[in-house]
């Protein structure tokens, strides 16, 4: 049996991007600011001369799945982090806002396989928004450390992956003889 698991701690080579919507800056800077420091005291290098983490800032949470989607494609990345703040309370078009961002980041993630971690708080008032990002508890702490355990399990899996592709029209239960 093999048991395949992420962890915390092979975090030395690894490079991350994150994508940060300014809209509702407020809320979403408090996740920023978290997921730094978790990724920091995970061991990860962060602040201007990083060589693991670079920033995409984009307005608002819409536009984070089709930057995140390029940043992905670009194979630089072992995760990739979308942070984003949507509430209800402010505009009539928070529904299609967050299911559209919502489907996007799931799409991406599937269509590229690099892991992104879905850090866009979706709130009914903006008092719920900021009790999550940063005055009960600040969610962007666990997106960091999600990145970075999709990170080191992605990267146990990914030859995997490799080898599929190599005999593609093999199925998944090849008999002996047909190998040779
Ligand atoms: N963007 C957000 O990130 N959060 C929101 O709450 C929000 N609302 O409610 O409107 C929002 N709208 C902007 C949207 O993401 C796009 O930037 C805009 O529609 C331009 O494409």
């Keep these: 049996m093999t048991v395949f698991e992420g962890n915390l701690q092979d975090t ?6 994150i994508v ?7 809320v ?3 996740l920023l600011a978290a997921c730094e420091d978790s990724l920091r005291r995970h061991g990860v290098a962060v602040g201007p001369d990083s060589h693991q983490v670079d920033y995409a800032w984009v307005p608002g949470s819409f536009e984070i799945p089709m930057v995140a ?18 509430i209800r309370g402010q505009t009539s078009h928070y529904d ?3 299911s559209e961002v919502a489907k996007g980041i799931q799409a991406l993630a599937f269509q590229t396989g690099v892991p992104v971690t879905f850090g866009v708080l979706t709130t009914d008032t ?10 009960k508890s600040n969610l962007g702490w666990e997106y960091g450390e999600n ?5 080191t399990l992605t990267r146990k899996i990914r030859h995997l992956v490799a ?8 199925p998944e239960q090849t008999p002996p003889n047909l190998l040779q």
């Design 12 to 17: 030395r080579d690894l490079k991350f991007a």
């Design 20 to 26: 940060i919507a300014r809209f509702n800056d407020l």
């Design 126 to 135: 903006m008092q719920q928004a900021i009790e999550r990002a940063g005055i």
């Design 28 to 30: 979403v800077g408090k």
């Design 147 to 151: 990145a970075i355990e999709m990170a």
């Design 69 to 86: 989607r390029q940043l992905a494609l670009s194979g630089r990345y072992d995760a990739i982090v979308c942070l984003g703040a949507v």
């Design 163 to 170: 080898v599929r592709a190599v005999q593609p029209e093999l």
């Design 96 to 98: 299609h806002v967050a």
